[in-house]
T-cell receptor, first 115, second 113 residues
Framework: GAVVSQHPSRVICKSGTSVKIECRSL??????MFWYRQFPKQSLMLMAT?????????EQGVEKDKFLINHASLTLSTLTVTSAHPEDSSFYIC???????????FGQGTRLTVV | AQKVTQAQTEISVVEKEDVTLDCVYE???????LFWYKQPPSGELVFLIR??????QNEISGRYSWNFQKSTSSFNFTITASQVVDSAVYFC??????????FGQGTRLTINP
């Protein structure tokens, strides 16, 4: 299957700082990328869907000013957690899909800890 | 609305036992896709299978098998002769066309030696 690379895999940051997470499709062009959040021992919840070159569509309850998503190219999407707080500590995982393809491929995930 | 229910939160079996993970879904759509993913402790999601709503054939892949029954809106996953390496969280998910994936709550499977 196609490869999606997510970086960093782990990050610890201080409260109040911003953190950027990258999601890259390595061997295909991803027209759509999805960002999920997973709290410990819970399921994955979709945060937002981003299409290349357009604004991301956020799920209800997700603060778009806090979770900035940029999908500037067909191989890269970034999620920036702004002014991070301890409650933002979570596992963030992206997935990428090619237009009209059935399958979306997942990155390895990023474990964010805000101290 | 779409919903996926995995009623078994945790399952623990002894190695070599067979184990079935249940998945029940709700959707009003006639065309949809069902998925199973494995999430080992490292966190990444490993794709196991995709099944579309028009294909009710059961599938077997090595020790893994899936039973899709539209009449009961279920898509159950069975591991035969379980191994310690099968220990993980397993997610069932539903997708309508090109829309978002809706995940179940997951089942934490522990295979004890």
């Amino acid at each position: 299957g196609a490869v999606v690379s997510q970086h960093p895999s782990r990050v610890i940051c201080k409260s109040g700082t911003s953190v950027k997470i990258e999601c890259r499709s390595l061997d295909f062009q991803a027209t759509t990328m999805f960002w999920y959040r997973q709290f410990p021992k819970q399921s994955l919840m979709l945060m937002a869907t981003s299409n290349e070159g357009s604004k991301a569509t956020y799920e209800q309850g997700v603060e778009k000013d806090k979770f900035l998503i940029n999908h500037a190219s067909l191989t890269l999407s970034t999620l920036t957690v702004t002014s991070a707080h301890p409650e933002d500590s979570s596992f963030y995982i992206c997935s990428a899909r090619v237009l009209f393809e059935r399958e979306a491929f997942f990155g390895q995930g990023t474990r964010l800890t805000v101290v | 609305a779409q919903k996926v229910t995995q009623a078994q939160t945790e399952i623990s079996v002894v190695e070599k036992e067979d184990v079935t993970l249940d998945c029940v879904y709700e959707t009003r759509d006639t065309t949809y896709y069902l998925f199973w993913y494995k999430q080992p402790p490292s966190g990444e999601l490993v794709f196991l299978i995709r099944r579309n709503s028009f294909d009710e054939q059961n599938e077997i892949s090595g020790r893994y098998s899936w039973n899709f029954q539209k009449s009961t809106s279920s898509f159950n996953f069975t591991i035969t002769a379980s191994q310690v390496v099968d220990s993980a969280v397993y997610f069932c998910a539903l997708r309508r066309g090109a829309q978002k994936l809706v995940f179940g709550q997951g089942t934490r499977l522990t295979i004890n030696p």
